[in-house]
């Protein structure tokens, strides 16, 4: 780590010391907390939220979760996760300085040090945020975020995508949608063994909330609505995941895809969490085409846009 210029009220440059970077620990963790809270108030953190996705998240390394210091106060927190097994991403999934610490090279000092120590666990990029198992939001809001996105422009990082974030008001006349031979209807224990064959083709990070959500509805946690699947000809084709208000992930079988199959099983997941009591539902993350093929017809519409970043360090 290096000593940081900072311009002071006269025009000569002072050297400032680098901050103290530790890992998160009971002892600084609601430091960390505090300055999540007050620096990016729309991610709505709590303790519990927090501890989900950083210490309990796959992939954490307590070397990964840096909280940074400056003369004792804790001013900065960050948290990356190392590549996947058999692959060279690795993720910075939140930052945040406190506001009254900003311009001091905090931010500067964390990306040095949190690119530094994946490059040593082996990865090759660093990608801003999409972590699949513990994301907060896909990446910065460039409207919203504009010292963030230009922090990661000077940095090197590059805008390698933008999805887009969605909502939709639930109500009674949602009307269902058919395509012949599909029928819906939640998760339940004998379907089990198809669903472990179905997920073979989609992502691990997807594989693992739908295994970690069949789990909890067979324990009784959840109800069997949170995982709606599409069936036709006797197998399950398609599977639609929901917690609370959130929908997704959500996928068809790749060799039935664009028969409308998606469409249905959209429309009766919806007509799912409504009759359970919600008033509307909501995703983080989608591209432009699904949003305008599936999405928008059933009456979704953009809330955010968000710029995904990824960086080489390989060199």
């Not at 082996?122 to 513990?134: D, E, K, N, S």
């Not at 031979?181 to 997920?199: K, N, R, T, W």
């Amino acid at each position: 780590m290096w000593p940081m210029l900072h311009a002071g009220a006269s025009s000569f440059l002072t050297v400032m010391p680098p901050p103290h970077i530790a890992p998160l620990s009971e002892s600084n963790f609601q430091d960390a907390l505090d300055i999540v809270q007050e620096a990016l108030p729309e991610l709505n953190a709590s303790a519990e939220l927090l501890i989900r996705r950083s210490v309990l998240a796959p992939g954490y390394l307590p070397e990964l979760a840096l909280v940074a210091s400056c003369d004792a106060e804790c001013c900065g927190y960050m948290q990356a996760f190392p590549p996947i097994a058999g692959r060279s991403d690795g993720y910075i999934t939140l930052f945040a300085v406190s506001q009254h610490c900003r311009r001091r090279g905090i931010a500067t000092a964390l990306f040095y040090e949190a690119e530094a120590r994946l490059k040593q666990l082996g990865a090759t990029r660093v990608f801003i945020a999409p972590y699949g198992p513990a994301y907060w939001i896909p990446g910065p809001e460039p409207v919203r975020h504009t010292a963030a996105t230009q922090l990661l422009e000077k940095r090197g990082y590059r805008v390698c995508s933008r999805p887009l974030a969605m909502r939709t008001a639930l109500t009674s006349e949602t009307s269902p949608r058919f395509s012949a031979g599909v029928f819906c209807s939640p998760f339940c224990a004998s379907d089990v063994f198809d669903i472990q064959e179905l997920m073979a083709e989609f992502s691990e990070d997807w594989k693992q909330i739908v295994l970690r959500t069949m789990e909890e509805i067979l324990r009784g946690l959840r109800p069997a609505g949170e995982l709606m699947l599409a069936r036709f000809n006797s197998r399950v084709v398609g599977f639609a995941h929901v917690e609370g208000s959130r929908f997704g992930p959500f996928g068809i079988r790749a060799e039935l895809r664009g028969k409308g199959f998606g469409s249905v099983l959209l429309t009766e997941s919806l007509r799912e969490m409504h009759q359970r009591g919600h008033n509307e539902a909501w995703f983080m993350w989608t591209g432009d085409a699904t949003a305008i093929h599936v999405y928008t017809p059933c009456g979704f519409t953009e809330t955010h846009r968000w710029a995904v970043f990824v960086k080489e360090i390989s060199g």
